[in-house]
C-alpha cells in the first residue's frame, strides 16, 4: 500500500512542489532534496520544484540544492504540494499560500504533533525521520548514489549520528540500504554534521560556559542574545548542536537553548533523555516535536521563558 503511495500521488500531476519547514535542518533538506531528486530523475513529465528557507552553506553538498527556491514567484500554482517534515501548515512558513493553493496535498512526516492537516497524510511518530519515510515510498532499484546522500544524511542528523533513542532497527536497516550504493557516510556526515567553524565553536563555548543546573542538576539551560550573536558575527543556523551539546551532560535529563530572534522573542529548543516528554511542553507553548526533541518560540525576557519553561519540566517530573 505505502509503496503505491507515490505512484498514486503523482499519477496525475504536471507540476508539483515539494516544502518544508522554517529553519530547515538535516532531516528536512535530506528528505526534500532526495524526494526532488527521485521525481526529476523518474518523473521527466512532471515539473517538479523545491521550496525552502535559504540553507547553511554546508547542506548545499546535496544533490540539487542550486533548485531550491526561497520565494514564491509570480503566479506559481500546482496541481499536487508535498509538505515533508512539517507539522502544520504554519511552519511551512513562505510556502504555505503554495499548499493552500495547490489542486491537492500530501504531507509526509514523523512528528507527533503533526495534525494531519493535507488531503493525504502519511505520518508514523516511531519513524526516525522523515527522510526514512521517503525512502520507504522510492523503488530502491531507483535510488541512485545521490539520492541516498540526501536521505542518508537526513536519517543520520536526526538520530544524532545513530546515537538517540529514535534511532531504531528500522532506521538502521534504512542507512545500511543507502549505504551500498556507495556514498560517503563518513565524509557526508563529518562536513554537514561534526564540522564547525571557529565562531561556531566560539558561541558554543560561551553557552556551556554561562549554563546553569538547576532542578538537583536534572536539567540544564543556556541562553544567547540577539547583539551577542552580532558580536561573534553568527546567525541562527549557527547555533545548531549547542542544544544537543548541552543534553549531555552527565546526570541531566532536560537540556534548554534559546536565542533571541527579535527583542523579547525567544526561539527555544529542548532535548530530554528518558523521562519527560517534551513536545508536550512545546505544544503547550505553540510550538511541537517529538518525545525527546522539540522546540517552540516564545515572547517575554529571558527570565520569563526559562521560567515557565521551567514550570512545565517540573510538571512532568511532579507526575513520576
Known sequence: MVKKMLNKLLQDAHRVAIGGHVRPDGDCIGSCMGLYCYIRDNYPDI??????????????IIEGTE?????????????????????DEERLGFSAFLFQTALHTCCIDHHVSNQSFAEVNYIVPDASSTAELVYGLLDKDKVTKEIAECLYMGIAHDTGVFQYSNASP???????????TGIDAASLIDFTYYEKTYAQNQVMGRALLESIVFM???CIAAFMKKYQMEFYGVTAKDLDGIVSQLRMTKGVEVAIFAYETEKDLYKVSLRSK?????SVIAEYFGGGGHVRAA????????YDVMNNVSRQIELQFAKE
Not at 67 to 79: C, P, Q
Request: glycine share 6%; charged share 30%.
Open 47 to 60: 515539473t517538479t520544484d523545491v521550496y525552502l528557507e535559504p540553507i547553511p552553506e554546508k547542506f548545499k
Open 67 to 87: 533548485d531550491i527556491r526561497s520565494e514564491v514567484w509570480d503566479n506559481a500554482t500546482y496541481d499536487l504540494f508535498i509538505c515533508l517534515d512539517c507539522g
Open 170 to 180: 528500522s532506521a538502521f536497516r534504512t542507512a545500511a540500504e543507502l549505504l551500498e
Open 216 to 218: 538537583d542538576g536534572k
Open 274 to 278: 528518558k523521562e519527560v516528554d517534551v
Open 295 to 302: 522546540g517552540c518560540m516564545m515572547p517575554g525576557t529571558v
